[in-house]
């Protein structure tokens, strides 16, 4: 493991799986799928796995279905190379299988990246509704199923326009029919698809929703604000803020997610669904303030590039009580860590 | 307070088309001082079709863009230098790589109205390279406002951090700008703006209407110096803006006196309404087409009126040039015909 962004990884995998013993204990010898298996969240899930094997020898066995692998083989030889990993190239639109002995599917895949929604939503539409279909009917087949995890988003809520944390049962307007909102409206579809299935043919399933997750195994292009404010601060530009910057957003790093998702697997209930993300929200003035820490000079900040628009309440950050409640999780890396740690992973040639 | 609209200026990117893309460095240096002297915010520079543009379809700039570019940054200290893309003609590696090494602070990457996915890489380079990319749309009259909201939210999601709407054919009326401009403000995160040409003689009240309904950031010419009728005239906005109680940041007087070195350096004739360039509006056809039209209704012995609203019947854009010829010829055959028959 000589490139040292990967040493920081695994520790940060063996801190975000530290406390739940129990959980450890119920993936022994376990196998799992993840579909989108070389994501962000894909990714983290393979280094959990990799750091439970080695600390822990639990003897877990993973697969990642993915349509692009060999880039992700390529940047990260440390996880493609181990024999307890095996990835498989597949596109969840058209139908698939999972190896027989597989006891927990973890189906995130999807394209969260709106540039994609823009372009290309027929694929963005098909990838979320296809694949849950085709994730579904596979694991219907297996008989040593455990649960299925289903990877939604925090969108499915819709557009709160009021200020506060989103519980799992918030819900508000969300327009149909619009192309910038297909991700959103196809995740609601996959939910219901899962929900069929789950009562249907009685399919051991949970859902979670993730909201804004971050850190390492993050690309830097995939158009978030705290991505642009980093760029901005790499490249040595202005920061600039449409709005008065009081929009507020929360960060969960990308270990602790991971972490999470598989005590869905094993603490997770039929039917239920988990807020995935930090409840520790930020606003963009105090984010850029936050990032401007790790450099120096401070960042220059053009604020209200947008000006003579009314400012709307723009919160988006999650309520975690029943989360923490139903799955014994905790955030095991704070705010201003995970910066610094998404800024490391960043600032280091790749 | 104020009401804040930024001004961009393109005259030595726009007024470019009107000189068949000849302006001289004399031109570029008197300009970029005088616009720097007068706070112009931003000034837009490069060939009329922008950044990569100059070829025998469109026209061969009299400079290159390396020069312009460098010329420019030498002359521009607090006004920014922006600069027009149209992918297709720019390409990342050969342009705005070495763009973004000159230093243009502001790329407005350009597509049809409804073409905005083109648009995509090249905004994605600008912003991963840290500089400020705009969507813009041109001809934006062919395209119905919700069409228009849709094309520009692609061009958000790309990471455009301002959008602006083209009226490249100067065709429209003020409530088409207002209909257009509150759609764009009401469905978009990102500041809105509006870049006039003055075929039907609205540039000016079009472009107050588009800051009455929103949009923040207006496109402005020295003396109307654009393609065909030209564009909003800047001296004329500033003053208005100015009686209306908006912040250009502009100075008055220095840009009055910009007008003037203009007049005496690159621009002794303003654009004016041409016949053909009323034409043109009314049509919808780009007004940079009027020159290339006249040529060829001189070559073929046609009306150029009736190329324009050729042009016009088929959705002719920019970049189109060839079919200025194509239906320059199908009109000299079909008046050969009937005058046989």
């Known amino acids: 493991m000589a490139d040292p962004r990967f040493a920081e990884t695994r520790q940060d995998a063996l801190a975000a799986c530290?406390?739940?013993?129990?959980?450890?204990?119920?993936?022994?010898?376990?196998?799992?799928?993840?579909?989108?298996?070389?994501?962000?969240?894909?990714?983290?899930?393979?280094?959990?796995?990799?750091?439970?094997?080695?600390?822990?020898?639990?003897?877990?066995?993973?697969?990642?279905?993915?349509?692009?692998?060999?880039?992700?083989?390529?940047?990260?030889?440390?996880?493609?190379?181990?024999?307890?990993?095996?990835?498989?190239?597949?596109?969840?639109?058209?139908?698939?299988?999972?190896?027989?002995?597989?006891?927990y599917v973890i189906h995130a895949a999807g394209i969260p990246n709106n540039r994609v929604h823009a372009s290309d939503p027929l694929r963005v539409f098909q990838t979320t509704v296809s694949g849950i279909n085709n994730a579904l009917e596979a694991a219907s087949q297996l008989d040593g199923l455990r649960r299925f995890v289903n990877v939604s988003s925090c969108l499915v809520a819709g557009s709160p326009q009021r200020p506060g944390p989103l519980t799992e049962s918030d819900y508000f307007p969300l327009p149909s029919g619009l192309l910038h909102t297909v991700y959103a409206d196809a995740k609601r579809a996959a939910e219901m698809t899962a929900a069929i299935y789950r009562s249907q043919y009685r399919l051991p399933l949970s859902t979670v929703r993730p909201f804004t997750l971050t850190g390492a195994y993050q690309e830097l292009d995939r158009p978030w604000a705290i991505n642009n404010f980093l760029r901005d601060v790499l490249t040595g530009g202005e920061i600039r803020i449409h709005g008065d910057g009081s929009a507020r957003r929360s960060y969960l790093y990308g270990a602790d997610a991971a972490w999470w998702t598989l005590a869905a697997l094993v603490n997770g209930v039929d039917g239920e669904v988990y807020n995935l993300g930090s409840a520790t929200p930020v606003s963009h003035n105090e984010l850029v303030r936050l990032i401007g820490e790790q450099v120096s000079p401070k960042p220059r900040v053009a604020l209200n590039t947008a000006p003579n628009r009314q400012q709307k309440d723009n919160d988006l950050y999650p309520d975690l009580s029943?989360?923490?409640?139903?799955?014994?999780?905790?955030?095991?890396?704070?705010?201003?860590?995970?910066?610094?740690?998404?800024?490391?992973?960043?600032?280091t040639p790749q | 307070m104020a009401k804040k609209i930024l001004i961009t200026d393109p005259t030595l990117r726009d007024g470019n088309h009107a000189v068949r893309h000849q302006l001289s460095r004399e031109a570029f240096v008197a300009y970029c001082q005088a616009a720097e002297a007068a706070r112009v915010p931003i000034l837009e520079v490069g060939h009329g079709n922008g950044l990569g543009a100059s070829s025998m379809l469109v026209g061969e700039c009299s400079m290159s863009d390396e020069e312009i570019l460098t010329v420019s940054r030498q002359h521009l200290h607090n006004s920014r230098m922006s600069i027009h893309v149209i992918p297709g003609f720019c390409t990342i590696k050969k342009d705005l790589v070495r763009a973004v090494e000159l230093g243009v602070d502001v790329f407005r990457v350009a597509s049809h109205c409804t073409e905005a996915d083109i648009t995509d890489r090249h905004i994605h380079y600008v912003r991963q390279a840290g500089k400020e990319a705009w969507g813009i749309l041109m001809m934006s009259h062919m395209a119905t406002p919700a069409t228009l909201l849709e094309e520009a939210k692609k061009m958000e999601s790309y990471g455009a951090e301002a959008i602006v709407i083209m009226d490249s054919a100067g065709a429209y009326f003020p409530d088409d700008v207002k209909e257009r401009i509150e759609t764009l403000v009401d469905g978009l995160a990102i500041p809105v703006g509006f870049h006039g040409h003055n075929n039907l003689g609205m540039a000016v009240i079009n472009s107050v209407t588009a800051v009455n309904a929103g949009a923040t950031i207006i496109d402005g010419s020295i003396r109307g110096f654009g393609a065909g009728a030209g564009n909003t005239q800047l001296e004329v906005l500033v003053a208005v803006f100015e009686r209306l109680g908006f912040d250009t940041g502009i100075d008055l007087y220095k840009i009055l006196d910009a007008a003037d070195i203009a007049e005496k350096s690159f621009n002794p004739v303003a654009p004016s309404i041409s016949p053909l360039s009323i034409v043109s509006g009314l049509a919808g056809v780009f007004s940079g087409f009027a020159k290339p039209v006249a040529r060829a209704a001189e070559e073929y012995k046609v009306d150029p009126r009736d190329i324009f609203f050729g042009l016009g019947k088929?959705?002719?854009?920019?970049?189109?040039?060839?079919?200025?010829?194509?239906?320059?010829?199908?009109?000299?055959?079909?008046?050969?015909?009937?005058?046989?028959?």
Do not use: M
């Open chain 1, 18 to 103: 530290a406390h739940q013993p129990e959980v450890r204990a119920a993936l022994a010898r376990q196998h799992l799928a993840v579909t989108g298996g070389t994501g962000f969240l894909g990714t983290w899930i393979a280094e959990l796995v990799a750091a439970l094997n080695d600390q822990y020898k639990l003897g877990v066995t993973l697969d990642l279905y993915a349509r692009n692998i060999v880039e992700w083989q390529q940047k990260y030889p440390h996880l493609a190379g181990r024999l307890d990993i095996r990835v498989h190239s597949q596109d969840v639109r058209s139908s698939f299988e999972f190896a027989k002995n597989t006891n």
């Open chain 2, 314 to 341: 088929r959705n002719a854009v920019a970049g189109q040039e060839s079919l200025i010829i194509e239906v320059a010829r199908d009109l000299a055959a079909k008046n050969a015909a009937a005058q046989k028959g």
């Open chain 1, 322 to 347: 029943f989360t923490v409640r139903r799955l014994g999780v905790a955030e095991t890396c704070p705010l201003d860590q995970t910066i610094a740690k998404a800024y490391r992973w960043f600032a």
